[in-house]
């Protein structure tokens, strides 16, 4: 009697601590190879970071997080069927793609699924379908592009702008809202350049823009593609001033273009070299766990995860239907949340707004040069 | 007038190295019949193979050096004896596709053993201009431009000044006859085929700062210089080295005056074009070889 008595209390204990509780189960779905590696591998590391250290605090409401990785090889198609395998094991959040491509093409699963997709995309068009389940960790370029395009009318002082992009929805979506705003503001786009995913020659493209002869040089592509077209520019001798968004100043980008990246301007939603003291921390952190300094694709990983986190706490349950509308409309301080890094609001469509920065490559490193408050 | 000499002097710089790649392949096809299919990879793997040697300490110039000997070693003695000899007896179709299995295989143990991102790979031409004809021109272009025509130089005075070029070219030409005149064949062809991995390692040399180290920058390099092999004309050394300026040049100007988004296809119309109407090549020979 006094034994089954024991095992009776023992097994009492268990259940109740949360001890041996049921993990909550993440799907996260990237980029691991392909042309996208740099942005699926930086992804998946903060993301990882991110629960490793939430786990070591006891996990969120006393229950573990656990993640399972899919490769999407940077294709929409692949990205797809990958969607649909996390969903059919029932996450509790789906995180990624990071490509807008793969993004337009798996969002519509997850919704139907009624899983929240927190995803790295930047495409305008993501956030403006209707989807209620689709949520940012960076800003659309119908935030940031606008921006960009101010800053080369009104401080570049540019008149005549050479636009750069690659052609797939990332760079499509990016081109057309810049060139409307540099014609709304009456800088003349001179030459509209589409380039390939992937493309590894640039020299045809630089010589069209030298011929052009712009005040300043927009470029718009993917990190490995902007490494190759700074050293183009360079070899080629354009000395026009260049500006871009994150994809041209990312430390990979840096890394892989080397002196070439110096001079070269971009407006960046999430930076490690932000002047911001949680930011410094992660950005330790993470270059002592993984050996190098992370983009912001890291920073968007990490985020994901506290935006999990944070949505979770607020609810005070785990509960997966009614995650994404808690976190529409939601505002996480970073005082109350140090690992969300900024303050950050998140809209109806599951847009952001946050402070941002204007930065330049100086002697190979981003150097912050303005900080462009929260809009709201 | 200045842009179409900038994007002569590019597409004359790129095209040299395809002619280096397409070299290759025309000799493996002379001497031993091998369509290699993973030439493309075959100038990805040096330029890992020397960061290799960097990050285990080696100076770059040091790195240059074991890079290359380690693709001869591995590209020409390894992928001769281990693949080409026992796949050889089933056929020429069954090797041509091995060597398509090669090519995924070393793709996948790079991406598996260095990572899937690119890598950034020093030039051995240093940065800057230099002044032709009243035009700047980068220096890393007429760099890799001499290099790559003096690599092709030596091969061809090799080829055709020399005993051992003779030996070679008798070997390739009718191994029956060379054997009974006492040319040792073997020896012969396994020269080829370190001749094409120094030819690859120097390619992937002069291209990789270019174009990033990684795991698949083969892919187009392969594609190109098989096309300028075709196009110049398969069974001639000198064919290849016309098509490989050809096709270098041909991609730059359909970039910049058809379209930068077709500019892939104009190559390949080319291409169907040649084989249309001259199938042995501009410069290629139709009688040298029947198969």
Redesign the interface.
């Known amino acids: 009697m006094k034994s089954t008595l024991l095992v009776g209390a023992l097994l009492t204990a268990i259940t109740t601590t949360g001890a041996f509780a049921q993990a909550i189960k993440l799907a996260d779905v990237a980029e691991?190879?392909?042309g996208g590696?740099?942005v699926g591998?930086n992804w998946k590391n903060g993301i990882d970071l991110a629960i490793e250290e939430i786990n070591a605090k006891g996990g969120v409401l006393g229950r573990k997080l656990e993640v399972t990785h899919a490769d999407s090889q940077s294709n929409p198609g692949v990205a797809r069927a990958q969607v649909q395998k996390a969903l059919d094991a029932e996450p509790y959040v789906l995180l990624g793609p990071g490509y807008s491509g793969s993004v337009k093409v798996t969002a519509p699963l997850a919704a139907e699924a009624g899983i929240a997709q927190i995803m790295g995309g930047e495409a305008a068009e993501l956030t403006q379908a209707g989807n209620k389940f689709l949520f940012r960790t960076s800003f659309g370029q119908q935030s940031s592009m606008p921006k960009v395009a101010k800053y080369i009318h009104d401080d570049m002082k540019a008149k005549s702008v050479a636009v750069v992009w690659v052609?797939n929805d990332f760079g499509r979506g990016g081109r057309d809202v810049v060139v409307k705003e540099l014609d709304r503001l009456g800088s003349k786009v001179v030459a509209d350049?589409?380039?390939?995913a992937?493309q590894?020659?640039f020299?045809?493209?630089v010589?069209?823009i030298?011929?052009a002869n712009p005040d300043a040089v927009f470029v718009y592509l993917n990190e490995?593609e902007s490494?190759?077209i700074l050293?183009?520019l360079?070899?080629?001798?354009v000395t026009a001033p260049l500006m871009g968004e994150t994809t041209l100043i990312g430390q990979?980008v840096i890394?892989?273009?080397?002196?070439a990246a110096n001079g070269a301007r971009g407006h960046v939603g999430l930076t490690t070299d932000a002047p911001v003291d949680l930011i410094k921390t992660f950005r330790d952190k993470f270059a002592k766990k993984y050996n190098y300094v992370p983009d912001h694709n890291g920073l968007k990983g990490y985020l994901a995860v506290y935006m999990v986190k944070a949505t979770t706490d607020k609810m005070g349950k785990v509960d997966s239907k009614a995650f994404a509308d808690t976190l529409h409309g939601l505002t996480i301080k970073a005082a109350d949340e140090p690992g969300i890094l900024m303050d950050v609001t998140f809209s109806d469509t599951g847009d952001i707004d946050r402070q941002s920065f204007l930065v330049e490559v100086v002697e190979g490193k981003q150097v912050v040069k303005q900080v462009l408050p929260k809009v709201k | 007038m200045s842009n179409l000499f900038d994007l002569l002097v590019a597409g004359l710089a790129t095209g040299a190295i395809y002619a280096l790649v397409a070299v290759g392949f025309t000799l493996l096809w002379q001497t031993s019949q091998t369509i290699n299919f993973a030439q493309g990879e075959f100038v990805m793997l040096p330029a890992f193979l020397m960061l290799a040697a960097m990050h285990a300490g080696a100076p770059f110039w040091l790195a240059i050096i074991l890079g290359i000997l380690l693709s001869m070693l591995l590209l020409g003695l390894a992928f001769k004896m281990l693949l080409v000899d026992p796949m050889m007896r089933h056929g020429v179709l069954p090797l041509a596709i091995a060597t398509m299995a090669l090519a995924i295989g070393l793709k996948e143990a790079v991406k598996q053993f260095f990572s899937a991102e690119a890598s950034p790979f020093p030039s051995i031409v240093p940065t800057g201009d230099i002044a032709i004809l009243g035009h700047n021109v980068s220096l890393q272009s007429i760099g890799v431009l001499v290099l790559a025509i003096l690599a092709v130089f030596g091969l061809t005075a090799l080829l055709n000044r020399t005993s051992l070029g003779h030996q070679m070219q008798a070997a390739a030409q009718n191994p029956t006859v060379a054997r009974i005149i006492g040319v040792p064949v073997e020896r012969m062809i396994l020269l080829t085929f370190l001749i094409n991995a120094f030819l690859v390692a120097l390619a992937s040399l002069l291209i990789t700062p270019i174009y990033l180290a990684k795991f698949t920058s083969g892919e187009v390099l392969g594609q190109a210089a098989f096309i300028a092999a075709i196009v110049g004309g398969f069974n001639q050394v000198r064919g290849a080295i016309a098509g490989g300026l050809l096709i270098g040049v041909l991609d730059n100007l359909a970039a910049a005056y058809v379209s930068t988004q077709y500019r892939a296809a104009v190559p390949m119309i080319f291409l169907i074009a040649v084989i249309l109407f001259r199938p042995q090549g501009l410069l290629g020979r139709a009688e040298e070889r029947t198969v």
């Open positions: 691991l190879s392909g590696a740099t591998t052609n350049l589409s380039t390939e992937g590894a020659d020299a045809a493209d010589g069209k030298k011929a490995e490494a190759r050293k183009e360079k070899r080629q001798g990979k890394e892989l273009a080397g002196d």
